[in-house]
C-alpha cells in the first residue's frame, strides 16, 4: 500500500512490523506516514482531513503527537541503516519502537494546509536514537517534538 514516488524507510519495513496505525503501509485504515530522506533530515508531509480536528478549524493534537511519533521512529531507522554502511531498502529496514515521547505545542496548527514533517537525529548508539521533530503549516512551525527511539525489544518481535 505504499504511495507512488520515492522509497520511504517504511517501504522496507518487514510486513509484521508494516501495520502501525501511523506508518504502516500494510494497515487500510492508517495515516502511512512516509518518511524520506533529506540530507541529514528526514522528512515527511501529512494533510490532516475533517476527522483529525480538535478545535473547529485546527488539528487535534493527538494527531501531532502521532506523526511526530512514526515520523522520528522512521527517522531513527534511516540513521541506523546509514550508521550501519547501507542505503535505504538495501535490507529490511530496522525497527525502533518508542520509549519516550514529548510534544510541545507552539501555536495552533490550522486544519487544511499540508504539513511538513522534519526530524534530525540529535543522538545515536547501538540501542537508542533520540530523535528531534519540528510540524510546520504553511512556513509557521506549530509543534517540536522529542522522541527517544529504541530497537525493537526482542519481546516485541512476531509471534
Not at 504511495?3 to 520511504?8: D, H, L, T
Not at 500494510?26 to 478545535?55: Q, Y
Not at 527517522?75 to 520509549?99: K, L, M, Q
Amino acid at each position: 500500500m505504499s504511495a507512488p514516488g520515492p522509497a520511504a524507510i517504511q517501504d522496507h519495513y518487514p510486513d509484521e512490523f508494516a501495520v502501525c496505525y501511523g506508518c504502516g503501509r500494510l494497515n487500510a485504515h492508517g495515516h502511512h506516514v512516509r518518511s524520506l530522506s533529506d540530507g541529514d533530515e528526514s522528512v515527511a508531509w501529512f494533510t490532516p482531513r475533517a476527522e483529525h480536528t480538535g478545535v473547529t478549524g485546527f488539528v487535534y493534537g493527538g494527531l501531532l503527537a502521532s506523526l511526530i511519533d512514526c515520523h522520528a521512529i522512521g527517522a531513527a531507522a534511516t540513521a541506523a541503516e546509514r550508521a550501519e554502511g547501507r542505503d535505504v531498502g538495501a535490507a529490511p529496514a530496522p525497527r525502533f519502537v518508542t520509549a519516550s515521547l514529548l510534544v510541545d505545542f507552539l501555536v495552533p496548527t490550522p486544519l487544511g494546509p499540508a504539513l511538513e514533517l522534519r526530524a534530525r537525529v540529535i543522538e545515536a548508539t547501538a540501542r537508542k536514537s533520540v530523535v528531534e521533530v519540528l510540524v510546520t503549516a504553511e512556513g509557521a512551525t506549530t509543534a517540536r517534538g522529542r522522541v527517544v527511539a529504541v530497537r525493537i525489544p526482542a519481546s516485541m518481535m512476531a509471534r
